[in-house]
């Protein structure tokens, strides 16, 4: 009796095996036929953008292929989307992890290279002369306030580099923290006043430091010399021409828009932040038609004051040279919390668009310039 147990046990277990290896099987060959990717054209939605196939910007499709299928396997963190324009074209767009074409993402700081695009707008125009005006004629409501010698030396270009002198902690703490003096900024009624009473750390122009406030001096400075709010003067001069239409952009209390990113900034389409960097490897053209002068491109991705390493700012852009290749690329950048990316290649004819990415999206970059630079 013992022994027919035993052998019917084993049976059991043996027969039990087997299922379990077949199942893994069919698991192993599903997983492996999913991750079995075709790379398509994007379509063309009459947004603006041209699209171009990735073979005729000398792209191979294989190398799309075979990055798309890295992304969907999480080989570099998870992300929602991808968009790459090349020679001014959309040539890809991926959406992962369930995300969608129409889904519209907060973008924190991403949103400082918009206010950079319109600011040189504004100054195309004539609305401000140069960007060594000072800060302070801009407020005379605020003048009880400002009698640090040192303020009257802060110009729009210390503002534009992140380099004013405020004495103001950004970075220490989190953004869910009320130790952080951009946290306390937004609890106030009057963030303007806020910013400006600030004490000085430095002279101007000495260090950079990470300071949204003044992000938030400049839109009050555009809708003090326009006439409009910076997402009024958007509407009209970058997102009515690029065909802008989903997005909303969020306002302090006293109805200044919140250009460096603050309660999270910009809400834009994926394929609206693309517009922007395409713009720029453009030169400033769109569709044929002038919107941003190349003199203001030039002058705001240049790098002013060193932020860490080699590392440089411009006019509310990250500046760098890429030195892993035989010839070295500039590139400037911006990125915003929660893993959302813009940046640009200009000898390349190269913007990337990355949303809800990984913490670090080095890898991704260097494969997508991998694949561009070595073909």
Request: with cysteine; aromatic share 12%; charged share 25%.
């Amino acid at each position: 009796m013992n022994d027919i147990n035993s052998k019917q046990v084993l049976r059991f277990w043996k027969t039990s095996l087997i299922g379990i290896i077949c199942v893994l099987t069919f698991i192993s060959s599903c997983q492996a036929q999913q991750t079995s990717y075709r790379t398509t054209t994007p379509p063309d939605l009459n947004d603006g953008l041209k699209i171009a196939s990735a073979e005729s910007v000398g792209i191979d499709k294989k190398d799309l292929e075979i990055l798309t299928q890295r992304i969907s396997n999480s080989d570099f963190g998870y992300l929602r989307s991808l968009i790459l324009i090349k020679d001014g074209n959309l040539i890809y767009e991926g959406c992962f992890f369930g995300a969608r074409r129409d889904d519209r993402y907060t973008i924190y700081s991403v949103s400082k290279t918009f206010t950079s695009a319109l600011f040189g707008i504004a100054m195309d125009k004539g609305f401000i002369k140069t960007v060594d005006q000072a800060l302070l004629p801009f407020f005379p409501e605020y003048k009880n306030m400002t009698n640090d010698p040192l303020k009257k030396n802060i110009k729009i270009h210390h503002l534009l580099s992140l380099s004013s002198g405020f004495d103001w902690d950004e970075s220490t703490f989190s953004y869910e923290d009320r130790r952080n003096i951009h946290v306390q900024m937004e609890m106030t009624n009057d963030w303007i006043r806020f910013i400006l009473q600030r004490p000085m750390r430095d002279k101007p122009g000495e260090r950079w430091l990470y300071n949204t406030g003044n992000v938030q001096l400049l839109s009050a400075i555009i809708k003090k010399t326009t006439g409009l709010y910076l997402h009024e003067f958007a509407e009209k001069q970058l997102f009515g021409p690029l065909k802008i239409k989903n997005y909303y952009w969020n306002t302090d209390p006293s109805g200044y828009t919140c250009a460096g990113g603050s309660d999270g900034g910009l809400r834009l389409k994926a394929r609206d932040i693309a517009k922007l960097g395409c713009l720029y490897t453009n030169k400033g053209i769109w569709n044929g038609k002038r919107i941003l002068s190349e003199a203001w491109i030039k002058k705001s991705t240049q790098g002013y004051i060193t932020t860490r390493g080699d590392r440089q700012y411009g006019y509310l852009w990250h500046v760098g040279i890429d030195k892993t290749y035989e010839q070295p690329y500039k590139f400037f950048y911006h990125s915003g919390s929660g893993g959302h990316l813009l940046m640009v290649y200009p000898e390349l004819n190269l913007a990337i668009v990355i949303n809800s990415g990984p913490r670090s999206a080095k890898p991704l970059i260097r494969s997508v310039l991998d694949m561009i630079v070595r073909n």
